[in-house]
């Protein structure tokens, strides 16, 4: 049975006692209850006590998974900053098309009352938009 089990465990040190040691742990983690603690126990043939003395391994992982844990809250954080940065950019972005679009289409306004409708605007406006005039073909750009 021994030579078995570690064939498919592919283990060489592994053991009944391993085996039987990890089954308790993983049983012990998974159900609280006193009454089916007692009906493993008796089924494995020992009293609960034992299992509970020799059998059940306790691991404190506190310290270590502290440390881990308060590591990956501070990437959290960076990584919302981060987000939240890239977020307000889009926004810009997004808003910086609405006024490059609005400013074209404005502009072309002004060059088309200038121009065909003989229309004129006031000189900050012609400074605002940038608004010059071409001799060669009357009109203004």
């Known amino acids: 049975m021994l030579n078995w089990l570690r064939k498919i465990t592919n283990l060489s040190g592994v053991n009944i006692d391993i085996m039987r040691s990890s089954f308790i742990?993983?049983?012990?983690?998974?159900n609280?209850?006193?009454?089916?603690?007692?009906?493993?126990?008796?089924?494995?043939r020992h009293s609960q006590g034992t299992a509970q003395k020799n059998y059940n391994k306790i691991f404190d992982y506190d310290k270590?998974?502290?440390?881990?844990i308060d590591?990956?809250?501070?990437?959290?954080?960076l990584l919302n900053i981060?987000?939240?940065?890239?977020?307000e950019k889009i926004e810009i972005s997004d808003n910086s098309k609405?006024?490059?679009?609005q400013y074209k289409k404005r502009r072309s306004d002004v060059i088309y009352n200038l121009n065909i409708k003989k229309r004129s605007p006031r000189e900050?406006?012609?400074k605002k938009y940038n608004i010059s005039y071409n001799k060669e073909?009357?009109?203004y750009k």
């Open 32 to 44: 609280l209850t006193f009454g089916v603690r007692d009906k493993l126990s008796r089924m494995m």
């Open 82 to 87: 981060q987000i939240n940065e890239l977020k």
């Open 124 to 126: 900050d406006t012609i």
């Open 71 to 77: 590591e990956l809250k501070k990437q959290i954080l």
């Open 98 to 101: 609405d006024i490059d679009s």
């Open 25 to 30: 742990t993983w049983f012990y983690e998974h």
């Open 137 to 139: 073909n009357n009109l």
């Open 64 to 68: 270590e998974d502290s440390s881990t």
